[in-house]
């Protein structure tokens, strides 16, 4: 598919050409109904092709908005509202949402409000775990790592996703805060992440009040101004003299008599001196074969300079994270290398990054807690820690990371007894209680035992 960018006076639009228009009734849909979050698009034809016409005035693409911000908790859930917003209204319009298109430069930032747009295309693009995977790759590398809930809700969403049998249901859950990472205490943290949820809606319930606020203010001067006249007819007397004395000024100048055009001196026509004439062009064409042969040198030198700045680019990402993983920065890492097309002969080196990515970021995000000393979330951390451990570490055997997880597993251990006087097999008790109440009062249980059973709000 070609892209082009196309601006107009008032408008700017994404044009995409492709082979597939869409199907008679798609277009009846997308063409009569504005779908929120999914871009306006009308089709014409050109070349045998079709091209999608998506209006993106007033937005910014996602790449271009990640390059000036970093991602924080509040920007990842709206995004993520905006996206299940977006499917479930397919849904409701029979539309499939495998045509989604997933790409970062598809996707579009509203200026105005934040929310998110996304390209609905003709043609399918890919299964929409595929692509939410790969977006998903693509946004470890920009989160702010600042924002540990952002962080906590990013690598868990990327862990679910990753999953066979993942679904929009999945993603919804993720939305709420109890249920990120299993997080079990906090109705007070339920409600902060409802309150981000209704975000969305809180806009559009702005826009209708200031729209009411407007036809109000319209009644208000209507009745101000009969009051006025009720209550002081001397100043309603004024503003009558004074309509009637604008009304005899503008019949004046309607009745003064037009000015008689003045009479234009006609002018003889000069006459023209003859050109000489052109002298012949005795310049030597230009030799067809050396401007071909310069033509291709140069066309060859743009194409390896293109193809090494890529190549360059992907060997700093590598080496980039080869230091960071060789250090110890596990996370690091794997975000050096999240978003590139991973070559078959780097695939084990990447899952190894990501692998040891999966779980270091329970154990940073527990040092983060401790440091807030919101004790509760922290223990909670360590605990999927272990689980983690648990989780990935036969793969760890397959990439040869085993020693990076045995590493961190053994800082989790003694983070446990030393803060919490628990065992790693008392986490791994924990967290195989699938009744969350319960697991909930473990973890405060434990707190009041390690003497940390006030939680900072």
């Known amino acids: 598919m070609e892209i082009e960018y196309k601006r107009e006076l008032t408008k700017s639009y994404m044009c995409v050409k492709t082979d597939q228009d869409f199907l008679p009734f798609e277009k009846e849909i997308l063409t009569r109904n504005s779908i929120s979050g999914i871009l306006p698009v009308n089709t014409t034809f050109a070349d045998a092709a ?51 298109w997933f790409s970062r430069e598809s996707i579009f930032k509203n200026n105005r409000d934040g929310s998110f747009w996304f390209c609905y295309c003709p043609e399918g693009k890919e299964n929409i775990t595929e692509g939410f995977q790969k977006l998903m ?60 949820l209704e975000q969305t809606s809180d806009q559009t319930e702005k826009e209708k009040t200031v729209r009411k606020a407007d036809k109000a203010d319209g009644k208000a001067k209507v009745i101000f101004q009969k009051a006025i006249e009720h209550f002081l007819p001397d100043l309603a007397k004024i503003k009558e003299y004074r309509q009637e004395l604008a009304k005899k000024k503008e019949k004046k100048k309607k009745e003064k008599a037009p000015k008689q055009p003045k009479e234009k001196k006609v002018k003889p026509k000069k006459e023209k001196k003859p050109k000489p004439p052109a002298e012949p ?60 097309k991973v070559k078959e002969k780097d695939a084990d080196t990447y899952e190894k990054y990501r692998i040891t990515a999966m779980v270091s970021a329970e154990y940073e995000a527990y040092e983060s807690m401790m440091d807030a000393e919101v004790y509760d979330m922290a223990l909670d951390s360590l605990i999927r820690t272990v689980q983690r451990y648990d989780k990935y570490l036969q793969d760890a055997e397959t990439y040869g990371c085993r020693g990076e997880l045995d590493k961190i597993e053994s800082a989790a251990e003694t983070a446990l007894q030393q803060d919490f006087g628990l065992t790693a097999e008392d986490a791994r008790t924990m967290y195989a209680l699938s009744d969350k109440e319960t697991y909930s009062r473990e973890i405060y249980k434990a707190l009041e035992k390690a003497g940390l059973s006030e939680v900072t709000e």
């Not at 205490?185 to 902060?192: A, C, K, S």
Request: glycine share 4%; hydrophobic share 45%.
């Open 50 to 100: 079709t091209v999608c016409w998506y209006d993106i005035t007033g937005m910014q693409a996602f790449d271009h908005a990640l390059e000036t911000e970093m991602m924080d908790s509040q920007m990842l859930t709206q995004f993520l509202v905006s996206l299940c917003g977006t499917l479930e209204r397919l849904e409701s319009f029979l539309l499939d949402p495998g045509h989604l």
């Open 137 to 196: 790759e693509y946004l470890l590398t920009k989160i702010d790592h600042k924002d540990q809930w952002a962080v906590k809700m990013a690598y868990h969403i990327y862990d679910q996703v990753i999953k066979e049998g993942y679904s929009l249901i999945a993603i919804r859950e993720s939305l709420t805060y109890d249920r990120v990472d299993i997080e079990p205490v906090p109705d007070r943290t339920l409600e902060n992440s409802r309150v981000e």
């Open 281 to 340: 062009d005795n310049t030597p064409p230009l030799p067809k074969v050396p401007v071909i042969l310069v033509f291709v040198m140069a066309l060859s030198i743009l194409v390896f300079v293109l193809a090494g700045t890529h190549l360059l680019g992907y060997s700093n990402s590598f080496a980039d994270a080869s230091q960071a993983f060789a250090e110890g920065r596990y996370s690091d890492a794997f975000q050096s290398v999240a978003g590139e």
